[in-house]
């Protein structure tokens, strides 16, 4: 792999341009906006006061949304799921699994993977 490539993937890695790319993508599908650049704007102004601390971070999904998903993966109804699901279900939501430290045997609950 030539040096510019690598250094340009590990610009993508560290500013994490995927994931965020993944998260606009899937925000412009669930909403429709009829102005969908206006709408990324307003979004991306959004993240950035969310960074700063100066306002609300976008989600996709709100909390029901978010019980509704781990129901599904919890499909016994135990109050929890294992590692490997969280993870999945993370990479699904466009999210990074890079920095999780879980034990194999180590149970999710509810009140985790809602964090």
Same mark, same amino acid.
Request: aromatic letters at 8%; charged letters at 35%; hydrophobic letters at 40%.
């Given at each position: ?9 590990? @610009? ?27 709408? #990324?704007?307003?979004? #991306? ?16 999904? *709100? ?8 129901? #599904? ?12 699901? @969280? ?12 920095? #999780?430290?879980?034990? *194999? ?11």
């Amino acid at each position: 792999m030539a040096a510019g490539e690598e250094q340009s993937r590990e @610009y993508l890695r560290r500013h994490r341009l995927p994931e965020l790319l993944h998260r606009l993508g899937a925000l412009l599908l669930f909403h429709r906006p009829e102005r969908p650049r206006e709408f #990324l704007i307003q979004v #991306l102004e959004k993240v950035k006061a969310g960074r700063r601390a100066e306002g609300e971070y976008p989600f996709l999904m *709100d909390e029901a949304n978010v019980d509704a998903m781990f129901s #599904l993966l919890d499909v016994l109804g135990q109050g929890y799921i294992r590692p490997a699901q @969280y993870r999945e279900a993370l990479k699904t939501l466009g999210l990074s699994t890079e920095d #999780l430290e879980l034990e *194999d045997d180590e149970n999710i609950t509810l009140d985790v993977f809602k964090e």
